[in-house]
């Protein structure tokens, strides 16, 4: 019998530690946006804000706040050194290009054959898909970042997407804080599961196929 | 090299008729033209198609309405183009009430169907949006197996956006991601109008580091207190 | 009996009477270069280089060489206050944006229905299109400047190009060594005539169909 | 910051094979990397795919070559993408007998192209060349009246450009018209090389003045005497 605790940080530490020193990473609203406070630091990645510049750093304090200078979520926000600013054509030329290493997106649902929705429910909420559209269809990479459960306790994994998409099959690696998973051939993959979780555990509690890698381990949190 | 006019922002405002379409710059109030869009809220002018990257936040406050958003409150256009609207809830009233029609862009494609339309392209073939809701209605062309969406240019009557510096030519500089649509936008408006930080003389910025070249910009105005 | 004697500074002259203080302009390699040391002294165009910048200033001397700017025909320049420099896709982004006001070519043959070639001669000269394409369909006026004859003694202006066409029925106002012509409805329209030669010494001596503007007058060099 | 490789001229071609195409910035040699040239000359490598505003100048006299004329002599590429080439009779001379191909491109359908190859568009719709020998084997798309050429895009295996300044971490600034194509075949690179004037600590370059961010940039090459 496992005792599940929704645990967020989990799934940021995980996520930060997939980069590479170098890596050019996007990071969406929400959830995605705490992967940042992980990154070990002998890692260097340049995180990208889709309204206009490479180089995205820590929330300002009283002395280097800017208020020209925010984030993709209109949070004022500071810029590293190396930094540069550029125009909104610019910055999805860069995302649309291909020219990111990875985008880390929020999920509403998130399906085996690698569709993603996330950006609207209709009738309920509908804000518009902002850049995450772009983000999915241009990174090399697609990272999701999502609880496993969603409030009704059903997994936000599932066969197929209900809600409208906001990409289809562009979801390369799913991150839950019960484990991580490669979308592939037509199925979940699990690749590392967290304690308390067990693979068998994992399959039991999601909407969808999962395929157990033969090299599946346990990720252990240090 | 000739001056543009430097006038008020009523000045410039009061070339906008009923109806027209805007493009207005910024991204969640930062790089909006405030002092332009003040004026405007002032004006009265209404039955306007807005193009913005989104329509502000108002979540209830009106005192805390922020970039666009006072003039989505004052009703005054009737089309909402946009790749955001989730933080206007008054824009998600005037569209689930039908007083108001709105057309949701994906941000990449909004930024290149601006530029398309400031430079006499007819389109772009773009990867996002396949396979959703974006596709309806738009044709689909292959390139070398891969599916593409045709998407179109959008142009404006007036282009409305904040510079940090215009020099007297119209030449424009930004401050940090307040850059954001403003130099897009400058390309696809008839008639293009500048609210700069400073207005500073011809030959004072460097030829190497101005972002948008005067022969966009046709008015500028001072910024003033928002 | 009026005797012809090339005479490419009245083109020229008469081109850099057209613009209006403010204008944007580009003008093309060979004859259309000349255009600018004629413009008045109190009307301010600025000159567009296609290769990236607008503000092209005259040729420089000793203390302001700079082997970093060149002209469209790869000749040193100067830039003048208030220039600026661009990428080549913002160049030409002006171009075919339709923000330059005129753009001034020269001539192969033109014809009555607006098409120019002035780029190939099949087998002879294959030099490619340069941004002459663009800057035709582009620009908001299309000048073309060229001495009335050719080599053999024939019309520039003709019924029907018979050379590859550089655009298609986008040449607006054509600036001879004997007039100045719009392109109208199929016909070219004369609008001007330089002496000593006259409307109808014109009219026989060209290639395709004039129509005698009504208000058709002499433009009188002073 | 990570800082990217700063590398010789030697190493960065190295890199290159038989085959691989090439995006070289400048016009009409102004923005040349004329280091990396030389290297490339000087490393045998051949049947390459050229693509270049143009093909420098050279009009008989060898001492006297400009640009990529020089690679041209030498006979190192099998196709030349291009917008003029009237200036280098060699390269008329390989085109007229058949040892080399040539596509001849207007210069804002190639600056596009190559833009839209670097910013993931599967091509746009252009006015240019309607009507032209441009339009010959090109899908013709009518919008609102009007009809557009369907151009696609170009990519590069190398893009070898140069720049005034590169920091560390790759972000580049320009000297006056050498800008030219550099950025945006900077961005169509599969590998993008820098022969940059001047190597700069990170940090020192003014974020708002930076026109190619590091991320399209993957080595750097100090420029020497060419």
Redesign the interface.
């Known amino acids: 019998m496992i005792e599940y605790k929704e645990d967020k940080t989990k799934i940021a530490r995980r996520i930060a530690r997939i980069f590479k020193?170098?890596d050019?990473v996007n990071l969406g609203i929400g959830l995605p946006t705490l992967v940042g406070n992980y990154v070990p630091e002998d890692v260097?990645i340049?995180l990208?804000?889709?309204?206009?510049?490479?180089?995205l750093g820590e929330a300002p304090d009283e002395d280097n706040f800017?208020?020209?200078?925010?984030n993709a979520?209109?949070v004022p926000c500071t810029?590293?050194?190396?930094?540069?600013?550029?125009?909104?054509?610019?910055?999805?030329?860069?995302?649309?290009?291909?020219?990111?290493d990875y985008t880390v997106l929020g999920v509403l649902e998130v399906d085996q054959e690698g569709n993603l929705a996330n950006y609207m429910i209709p009738g309920k909420?509908?804000?518009?898909?902002?850049?995450?559209?772009?983000l999915l269809?241009?990174a090399k990479k697609v990272i999701c970042a999502t609880v496993h459960f969603d409030k009704h306790g059903k997994s936000k994994m599932v066969h197929s997407c209900s809600l409208?998409?906001?990409?289809?099959?562009e979801v390369d690696i799913i991150v839950t804080d019960l484990g991580m998973f490669e979308v592939r051939n037509g199925s979940f993959v699990l690749k590392e599961y967290f304690a308390p979780a067990t693979p068998e555990w994992i399959v039991e509690n999601t909407r969808g196929d999962i395929v157990i890698d033969p090299d599946c381990r346990e990720f252990v949190f240090i | 090299m000739k001056e543009k006019p430097i006038i008020t922002a009523e000045e410039a405002i009061a070339r906008i008729k009923d109806g027209d379409t805007l493009m207005v710059s910024g991204f969640m109030g930062v790089g909006t033209p405030l002092g332009l869009m003040k004026a405007l809220g002032e004006s009265g002018r209404k039955d306007m198609t807005l193009i913005c990257s989104d329509n502000g936040l108002f979540l209830g406050d009106e005192s805390a309405a922020t970039g666009v958003a006072p003039n989505v409150l004052k009703k005054q256009f009737k089309k909402y183009i946009a790749s955001h609207i989730g933080l206007n809830k008054e824009t998600q009233r005037q569209m689930l009430s039908g007083e108001a029609e709105v057309e949701l862009v994906p941000q990449g494609t909004l930024a290149e169907r601006i530029r398309s339309g400031g430079t006499g392209l007819g389109g772009f073939l773009t990867p996002t949006g396949v396979g959703t809701a974006v596709q309806e209605g738009k044709q689909v062309i292959t390139v070398e197996g891969k599916d593409y969406l045709l998407e179109l240019p959008l142009k404006s009557d007036y282009t409305l956006i904040r510079a940090a510096k215009a020099d007297k030519a119209g030449n424009l500089t930004y401050s940090a991601s307040a850059r954001n649509f403003a130099p897009l936008m400058a390309m696809a408006g008839e008639t293009v109008i500048v609210e700069a930080d400073e207005i500073v003389e011809i030959g004072t910025l460097d030829p190497e580091t101005v972002v948008t070249p005067g022969i966009f910009v046709h008015y500028i105005v001072q910024r003033g207190e928002a």
Chains 1, 3 share one sequence.
Not at chain 1, 66 to 70: E, H, Q, T, W
Not at chain 1, 79 to 99: L, M, Q
Not at chain 1, 164 to 169: E, F, I, M
């Open positions: 020193d170098g050019y260097h340049v990208q804000s889709e309204n206009g510049f490479l180089g800017n208020p020209d200078i925010v979520g209109g810029i590293i050194e190396g930094a540069c600013f550029f125009d909104s054509a610019v910055s999805f030329g860069i995302i649309r290009g291909g020219h990111l909420m509908v804000p518009g898909m902002g850049g995450a559209m772009d269809t241009g409208p998409l906001t990409a289809k099959g």
